[in-house]
């Protein structure tokens, strides 16, 4: 297959990167997204790394 550096990157970065969480949310992950959502409205995907989260 003929890929384009952009689609490699982005294959890797969702699909292929070691240590890549898949599957359902544990009830932590669960109670920190709906903290999140209570305490930063929709801007909490901004932080999420900062929480560890997936």
Known sequence: LM??????????????RPG?????????EEGMIIHLQA??????LLNWKLHGLR
């Open 3 to 16: 890929r384009c550096s952009k689609s490699c990157r982005l294959r890797w970065t969702n699909y292929l």
């Open 20 to 28: 890549i969480k898949r599957g359902n949310f544990t009830p932590h």
């Open 39 to 44: 305490l930063l409205g929709n801007r909490y």
